[in-house]
């Protein structure tokens, strides 16, 4: 469980650093370069903005379902015998301690990211859910191709 705690903390610390830097720089938005902008939105819904009005009414819900589902990635990887996986988990699990403690602490998630071309803009996100996307991605990846070797 070392690498599981170890790829949560350095995530979890990654993302904490990030929005509190990100909520002490004046001047934003900023564009970095052509496709890349920095820019401070408070997300109320879920990923990607998804839901905003309807989860803007039920911030408790989203906290015991984030909490719920931290508990759920906690067991995944008490039960895995696998390293890798443990550190993917732990990825996931620093992704969402992040933004439960954004909601904890504001009522709503920090985003900061963002990437566009021209006015096609992908929503804003931050370390956080980077952090549990690429982490989900590559988790499934290798239950997948741990499948394909046992086929």
Do not use: Q
Request: proline share 3%.
């Amino acid at each position: 469980m070392k690498k599981f705690f170890l790829a949560a903390l350095v995530v979890y610390f990654l993302d904490r650093i990030s929005k509190i830097w990100i909520l002490h720089t004046f001047g934003l938005p900023r564009d970095i370069f052509p496709l890349f902008t920095l820019v401070k939105v408070w997300n109320p819904g879920v990923a990607f903005g998804v839901g905003s009005a309807l989860f803007f009414k039920a911030k408790g819900a989203i906290i015991y379902f984030t909490i719920a589902l931290l508990f759920l990635v906690l067991f995944t990887a008490v039960k895995t015998r696998s390293s890798l996986e443990k550190v993917f988990l732990g990825i996931i699990f620093g992704g969402g301690l992040g933004n439960l403690t954004d909601r904890l602490l504001y009522g709503r998630v920090l985003d900061f990211l963002d990437f566009h071309i021209k006015t096609f803009h992908w929503p804003a996100f931050n370390v956080a859910d980077a952090a549990i996307s690429s982490g989900i991605f590559f988790y499934v990846l290798n239950l997948l191709r741990k499948e394909k070797r046992c086929t």
